[in-house]
Structure formats: C-alpha cells, structure tokens
C-alpha cells in the first residue's frame, strides 16, 4: 500500500512570487485535502477535493486554489504569496463511500518559507 | 475562537506508566473525533478515532474515552514507552461532512516525552 506522497519537501519562495505544491493521494483513496500548519498550531483545514471538485472549504482567501486529476492527485496553488504563508503544508487523502468514516491519511508535507 | 482546545502544551511520564492527554472542544455538533500523532519533519499518524455514539474505544495500548456532557475526550496510553514521545493532536469534525473527515478541527497539540 502505497501511503501519501508530496512535493517539494522544502521550497523558499519571494514575497508575491507563485507556488505549486503537489500530492500523491494513498492508493484506494479518492478524496484529498490540505492543511496548513504553521509553527506551534494544530493543522487548519484549508479545502478538500473529492471527484475532481472541491468540496468544502476553510477560512481562506481565493488566492488559495487546488486541483484533482483522475488519478486522484492533486495540486494546492498559492498566488501572491505573504509572509504569513510561511508553514507547512499537508496533504492528506480518505475514502468516501467505504464502510463507516474515513480517518484522514497525511503526507509528510512541504514547508514553505516566503522572504 | 478555538472550537478544539488542549490546554497542556506538554506532558512528560516515565516508561511504563500511564500517560493521559486531555482535549476539550466547544461545539455540540461535532460528533466524531480522532487522535494523530506527529514526530519531527513527518506529517500527523491517526491513532484511533472514537464517533459520539460511543464513551469508550481502545486499540491495543491506546484507549479514547468521550463524555459528551462536558465536551471532554482524553486519551490514555498503557504503558507508556520512549517511542511514544510525540506531539498528540486530537481532532474533531462533523462525521456526515462530504463523506469523510475532510474538515477537521484540529487542537494545537500536546508534546508527550516518555522517560526512560
């Protein structure tokens, strides 16, 4: 059983600058999520995906954006980049449709520092 | 305003004993609820999970206890061993959202270390 996989493990972007952060969902999974994590935080719930469309979103702001391919992988954009998006972040995938609830897998995430 | 709270950033237990982490949350609709594990530079293990139908569910070492009245779970580790030393999150949601746990209302973590 193939678990989930992200890359880049690091990256150092510019303030402003773009980023694409991707995700190899759990084999037999078909939903993904993202979270951030910033330094002494929990996890913060930022949109997940399911069947290519997002189904569900937390408190953030349009300049975060994500896709879902077929193969259940997936991407988190992030526009115009802040200080503040200095983190890590974390992907993680689950089973809609299987027998009882589906405990969120998580990747190893990518942490991000914007200068 | 902090739905998932863990009020004990850390906790230190000596090998062998037991180990309690507490976790208390604020809104009634939450009615399923999870515990993740996380080591350094790796991204949070689920542990065990427990719905609100339930008081009680226990895996091996790892038992969950949930009393809804006081919006309170904890979590209890039997025996406790070096390789537990972790930060323990626990986590909440609305078990009807999409289908799966996609929204999860995460508390900001208790950092457990297990003295040998």
């Known amino acids: 059983e193939t678990g989930v996989t992200q890359s880049p493990t690091h990256l150092i972007k510019t303030r402003g600058q773009q980023v694409t952060l991707r995700c190899s969902s759990q084999s037999g999974h078909n939903t993904v999520s993202w979270y951030q994590q910033a330094l002494g935080q929990g996890p913060q719930f930022i949109f997940q995906?399911?069947?290519?469309?997002?189904?569900g979103r937390g408190n953030f702001p349009p300049r975060f954006s994500g896709l879902q391919f077929p193969n259940y992988s997936s991407e988190l954009n992030v526009n115009a980049l802040e200080l503040d998006d200095s983190a890590l972040y974390l992907c993680a995938s689950s089973l809609v449709g299987g027998l009882g609830p589906s405990p969120l897998h998580f990747g190893n995430g990518t942490r991000l520092t914007v200068t | 305003d902090q739905q998932v709270k863990q009020n004990s950033p850390s906790l230190s237990v000596q090998e062998g004993r037991i180990s309690i982490l507490n976790c208390d949350y604020t809104?009634?609709?939450?009615?399923?609820f999870l515990w993740y594990k996380k080591y350094p530079a790796e991204g949070p293990t689920f542990l065990i999970s427990?719905?609100?139908?339930?008081d009680k569910n226990e895996d091996g070492r790892f038992t969950v206890f949930l009393n809804k009245s006081a919006k309170h779970l904890s979590l209890h580790i039997v025996p406790s061993q070096p390789g537990d030393s972790a930060v323990y999150f626990c986590a909440a949601s609305l078990m009807n959202y999409g289908g799966s746990q996609g929204n999860l209302i995460f508390g900001k973590g208790t950092k457990l270390s297990v003295k040998p």
């Open positions: 427990i719905s609100s139908i339930k």
């Open positions: 995906y399911y069947r290519e469309e997002e189904n």
């Open positions: 809104n009634s609709m939450f009615d399923y």
